[in-house]
């Protein structure tokens, strides 16, 4: 059985996540970021990257990284949705990472340690491979992927085609960034045209479905991390604020929602870590974990932002305040990598249950 409970070491890992986010990731910084030409926080993910190491966490040493394990990705992904940082975390330390993992290519070195960032170019509502949109002739690329997550700042772009996976420079794509719903998460369209590549992996299929599933894994944790900060200020608030000379607290409606609320979120906390315990290793339940994390984590995520933005009332209702940035994490999220639904489905086929 998987231990859920955090260890001493991601403990520490929080802690020292969590105080450099609030530094430079408090929701004025954020929203000013947002607002700017250049949405994504560079130098704030350097800070993660470089100096505390964050980049390769599942990757060991000798391969450039700190020889940790996907659950402590879980817990800085947890801690990324507590802040809705804009940073490349999801594309370049969870996708390109666990699509070059077991491929011996030299690029996972400089991924883990954070001089390089990748991103895998398919579609964020993905959940399996598909059919590819880019064709390979010799070592030259040609065709379009839309809606891809860190593509921006990427250095390089890890391409699926029939042929085989491709690490692109890219500067040599052209990328038109997409007007996203969640604007702390920029997605971008990427066109290859002659694209010069160099061949990863022949089996791109494989590399595709396992950094799928790592990504499907790890955004529950995220998703968790969203669900558990607006909670917490959802009770914070009312705690304060005072309506006919009684806290809004004080109410019982809004105590049992609150209630709700908390039951469902630990639900989802145990759902989250058992699928990263799963992940990190390498257990053949897997594929049910994850859909369960997703068919479970997206809603709850959802319904916490839902009740953030109610419960504080009209201010939950403005810009200059945050919880609108996590009802747009939630709602996005709850589209990436599958639908719940989707993961409701694949879940019946992997329990066998009757259709």
């Not at 879980?74 to 070059?100: D, I, K, T, Y």
């Not at 009684?246 to 709700?260: F, M, N, T």
């Not at 200059?320 to 747009?328: D, G, S, T």
């Amino acid at each position: 059985m998987t231990d859920l409970l955090y260890s001493d070491v991601e403990e520490e890992l929080r802690s020292s996540v969590r105080a450099l986010l609030g530094d430079r990731a408090g929701f004025e910084a954020v929203l000013a970021r947002i607002e700017s030409a250049e949405p994504v926080d560079l130098k704030l993910w350097r800070s993660l990257a470089v100096d505390l190491g964050v980049a390769g966490l599942p990757v060991p040493e000798a391969a450039g990284g700190a020889g940790a394990s996907w659950r402590e990705t879980a817990v800085v992904m947890e801690e990324l949705g507590r802040s809705v940082a804009p940073v490349p975390f999801l594309g370049s330390s969870v996708l390109a990472v666990a699509a070059l993992t077991g491929t011996g290519d030299p690029l996972l070195d400089a991924v883990a340690a954070g001089s390089r960032t990748a991103t895998l170019a398919v579609p964020l509502s993905w959940r399996t491979s598909q059919p590819w949109t880019v064709t390979a002739g010799g070592d030259r690329l040609d065709g379009t992927v839309t809606s891809v997550v860190d593509a921006a700042a990427a250095d390089v772009l890890l391409v699926p085609s029939a042929a085989g996976l491709y690490a692109v420079d890219a500067a040599a794509a052209r990328r038109v960034p997409v007007v996203s719903f969640d604007l702390t998460r920029p997605l971008t369209d990427v066109t290859f045209a002659g694209a010069p590549g160099r061949l990863v992996t022949a089996d791109a299929a494989g590399a595709v479905d396992r950094a799928l599933l790592a990504g499907a894994t790890l955004l529950a944790s995220e998703q968790l991390g969203v669900a558990d900060w607006c909670l917490t200020t959802t009770v914070e608030y009312v705690k304060t604020r005072r309506q006919f000379a009684r806290p809004v607290g004080s109410y019982q409606a809004v105590k049992h929602r609150l209630a709700d609320l908390w039951v469902s979120v630990t639900q989802a906390r145990a759902v989250a870590r058992y699928a990263a315990g799963c992940l990190a290793t390498g257990d053949p339940d897997l594929p049910v974990a994850a859909a369960v994390a997703q068919a479970f984590c997206s809603p709850v995520a959802v319904k916490a932002a839902e009740e953030c933005v109610q419960l504080h009332g009209g201010i939950g209702f403005t810009w200059e305040h945050p919880a609108h940035l996590y009802l747009k994490r939630a709602r996005a999220n709850a589209a990436t990598f599958g639908s719940a639904s989707a993961h409701r489905t694949a879940l019946a086929d992997l329990v066998s249950l009757p259709g």
